[in-house]
Nanobody, 128 residues
Framework: QVQLVESGGGLVQAGDSLRLSCAASGFTFSSYAMGWFRQAPGKEREFVAAIKYSGSSTYYADAVKGRFTISRDNAKNTVTLQMNSLKPEDTAVYYC?????????????????????WGQGTQVTVSS
């Protein structure tokens, strides 16, 4: 079965960096785009970043563009989110997700509905 396991969250100060990792199993990782989403208390889940199955293209929310970098290692079945210059508003539970359709299928890379499988989430807290 599909499994996505996030790690790397924690408590940091504003301006610090964190690196989140997602270990994937149970499917052909190199065939699917992967995404990172986050959800803060009382807010809806929002798109953070996505990467195509091949790693050839990446997508970012405006709020994190220039600070976060998504990457993947298809040999190790992992996707990583490097987060720099963290801000208190980045505080949220961060989720790794696998796109519903393989390769370039699907309508968008930013909508939660285009993702079929989710990890359990990892908490990121940024203090001011």
């Amino acid at each position: 079965q599909v499994q996505l396991v996030e790690s790397g969250g924690g408590l940091v100060q504003a301006g610090d960096s964190l690196r989140l990792s997602c270990a994937a199993s149970g499917f052909t990782f190199s065939s699917y785009a992967m995404g990172w989403f986050r959800q803060a208390p009382g807010k809806e889940r929002e798109f953070v970043a996505a990467i195509k199955y091949s790693g050839s293209s990446t997508y970012y929310a405006d709020a994190v563009k220039g600070r976060f970098t998504i990457s993947r290692d298809n040999a190790k079945n992992t996707v990583t989110l490097q987060m720099n210059s963290l801000k208190p508003e980045d505080t949220a539970v961060y989720y790794c997700a696998r796109r519903r359709t393989p390769y370039n299928g699907g309508l968008s890379y930013t909508a939660p509905a285009d993702y079929a499988y989710w990890g359990q989430g990892t908490q990121v807290t940024v203090s001011s």
